[in-house]
């Protein structure tokens, strides 16, 4: 999705340089609306309550995945979990998310040193936009990728072949990501993957998937993106 046009005639060593950050986990602590719908989902299905690991393994894939993947559901189980959980989802858990601390400072300087941000998430497109509006985010990225609702668009590759192809002038593109998913979607475009590792991801989750660096914190990545 469109939303403006950033500014990269600005001097720096990110200048015209293309940021690509994944949303829950990295810009985005959206772990209490995603947990709410899952246990609701979970509750409805009449599957027992869910257990930590369960629940912090579902924040990053996309949803079929997590369902499937998590709770051992196949077929048609799979299609009912997602359409619970979105049911409570969007009737206003998604908004229950915070914006970490040093991302908004982190955007900025980014796009006053005139790189060009963009938003690549296996989430919705529309839910995608609708928390970034909500957080106060949104107009720091030039454009926002997510999943579409009929699943035809869901994986990370796919998400972030639609970014690339929205910025074809885009310098050395980068993801910035907190799971695997992140690490290993980039790759397939030959794109490297800055790890968050303020997000959800197990200790080590990150680095064996291969990524080129894995920072504690937002104010850690401008370093982390000069030396990729």
Known sequence: MKLHTTSSDIAGDVAGRLVLFDLDGTLVDSTPGIWASIRVAAARLGLPEPTPEQLRSMVGPPLEEGFAGAFGLTGADVDRAVLVY??????????DAT????????????????????????KPEPFA???????GLLTAFATVHGATLDGAVRHKEQVVAAALAAHPDGVRPVLVGDRLHDVLGARVHGVPCIGAGWGPAPPGE???AGAVAVVASPAEVPAALART
């Open 86 to 95: 979105r049911e409570h989802y969007t009737a206003g858990a998604m908004l």
């Open 99 to 122: 914006v970490y601390p040093e991302v908004p400072d982190l955007l900025a300087d980014l796009r006053a040193g005139g790189a060009v941000l963009a938003v690549a998430t296996s």
């Open 129 to 135: 936009v609708r928390i970034l509006e909500h957080v």
């Open 206 to 208: 990150l680095a064996a």
